[in-house]
């Protein structure tokens, strides 16, 4: 992977969830169309996002949101 392979892929959460520049867009597209290394990376977390859509919604139990919340806190917080 060179140098814009990795400005690419620094940028790709913002152009998949359709937030980047029109601008930055057209350079996204442009580097996938050329580069098959990136298109298929690209292509791989659209179908593992589309997996992860399919699956069912879980109650995730009060008491462990809390724990989790709690140490995330004493993380983020120190």
Do not use: W
């Not at 913002?14 to 980047?20: F, L, Q, S, T």
């Amino acid at each position: 992977m060179d140098e814009k392979c990795k400005k690419i892929m620094e940028c790709l959460s913002d152009y998949m969830d359709g937030e980047a520049s029109e601008q930055l867009c057209k350079m996204v597209e442009q580097h996938l169309a050329e580069c098959d290394e990136c298109k298929c990376m690209v292509e791989n977390i659209k179908i593992t996002i589309e997996m992860l859509h399919s699956l069912p919604e879980e109650e995730i139990p009060e008491d462990v949101e809390k724990s989790v919340l709690e140490r995330l806190k004493k993380i983020l917080f120190k």
